[in-house]
Nanobody, 119 residues
């Protein structure tokens, strides 16, 4: 059974930093890409950042220059370094991993972790 477990969320003042971690366990082959989504109250879930196995990254425009997505060498942990946090970054953040086994695409999700930025 595949599990994605997030950690590192919490409450921070505007301008502060947090680092989210997501550890992937279980039988999962070469997740590609991995990344982070978020969902604020009353809004749809949106992609924040993603990273491929080759190291290519992609970011939501509003977090470019403030957030950095990375993985460990084993590609079993994905991080989101969040600097210069703003109140509008407040949301539940979800880790995501995608696999493709001969055309059988699967999406795996973490349980979500709260990030609250106070003004």
């Amino acid at each position: 059974q595949v599990q994605l477990v997030e950690s590192g969320g919490g409450l921070v003042q505007a301008g502060g930093s947090l680092r989210l971690s997501c550890t992937i366990s279980g039988s999962i082959r070469s997740p590609n890409p991995m990344g982070w989504y978020r969902q604020a109250p009353g809004k749809s879930r949106e992609v924040v950042a993603s990273i491929t196995n080759a190291g290519y990254t992609n970011y939501k425009d509003s977090v470019k220059g403030r957030f950095t997505v990375s993985t460990d060498s084993a590609k079993k942990t994905v991080y989101l370094q969040m600097d210069g946090l703003k109140p509008e970054d407040t949301a539940v953040y979800y880790c995501n991993a995608v696999t493709n086994n001969n055309g059988d695409w699967k999406n795996y999700w973490g349980q979500g972790i709260q990030v609250t930025v106070s003004s």
